[in-house]
């Protein structure tokens, strides 16, 4: 089984900044990798795909990179709509998902 | 629009047996894989179980084998997880969701509580 792991568990920051989120694959998923944002009583929201595709309606301040066994996930500027939890899932071998990443208001 | 909305959940003994669907509009529903995916109460999302175009090939994660069986009619564009022999620490939120290059649509989600 692929082990998804994603770094911090938790991550403070102010409205405007930058926030980077990581997310490290226990062996090459090459670019199989999607990130998703879920927020208190929701489903999941697909945000990326490919590991750098903006899923539609996703605002441009999202961008993903990575590929192989290292990626991350950039949102340039926080809004207050931005503050929630984010994971990422491989599909390269079934299917994982890494532990989240809290985003919390500094 | 694509829509999923699902149906069934709620409370059960362990021991028990459940069954959710889930309803897909919006899309050829015939044309892709689907998946249930679950989220413990306060912890992640873990896939389930996922299930090919025609309901040729179905496959599940290792804690569920043998319990739970996921179906599909594509007459009906529904989407069907059994779940027999619950467990306590089957209790969860379970959502259908579009399978894919990542899951681009959910279902609502639903609730299973399995306590006695």
């Known amino acids: 089984e692929i082990v998804m792991t994603q770094s911090p568990a938790t991550l403070s920051v102010s409205p405007g900044e930058r926030a980077t989120l990581s997310c490290r694959a226990s062996?090459?998923?090459?670019?199989?990798l999607a990130w998703y944002q879920q927020k208190p009583g929701q489903a999941p929201r697909l945000l990326i795909y490919?590991?750098?595709a903006r899923a539609t309606g996703v605002p441009a301040r999202f961008s993903g990179s990575g590929s192989g066994t290292e990626f991350t996930l950039t949102i340039s500027s926080l809004q207050s709509e931005d503050f929630a939890v984010y994971y990422c899932?491989?599909?390269?071998?079934?299917?994982?998902f890494g532990q989240g990443t809290r985003l919390d208001i500094k | 629009e694509v829509q999923l909305v699902q149906s069934g959940g709620g409370l059960v003994q362990p021991g028990g047996s459940l069954r959710l669907s889930c309803a897909a509009s919006?899309?050829?529903?015939?044309?892709?894989?689907m998946s249930w995916v679950r989220q413990a109460p306060g912890k992640g999302l873990e896939w389930v179980a996922n299930?090919?175009?025609?309901?040729?090939?179905?496959y599940y994660v290792d804690s569920v084998k043998g319990r739970f069986t996921i179906s599909r009619d594509n007459a009906k564009n529904s989407l069907d997880l059994q779940m027999n022999s619950l467990r306590a620490e089957d209790t969860a939120v379970y959502f259908c969701?579009?399978?894919?290059?990542?899951?681009?649509?959910w279902g609502q989600g639903t609730l299973v509580t399995v306590s006695s």
């Open positions: 062996q090459s998923i090459s670019s199989n």
């Open positions: 899932q491989q599909y390269y071998d079934w299917k994982t």
């Open positions: 490919s590991a750098s």
């Open positions: 969701a579009r399978d894919g290059s990542g899951y681009h649509y």
């Open positions: 919006g899309f050829t529903f015939s044309r892709d894989w």
């Open positions: 299930i090919k175009e025609d309901g040729s090939e179905e």
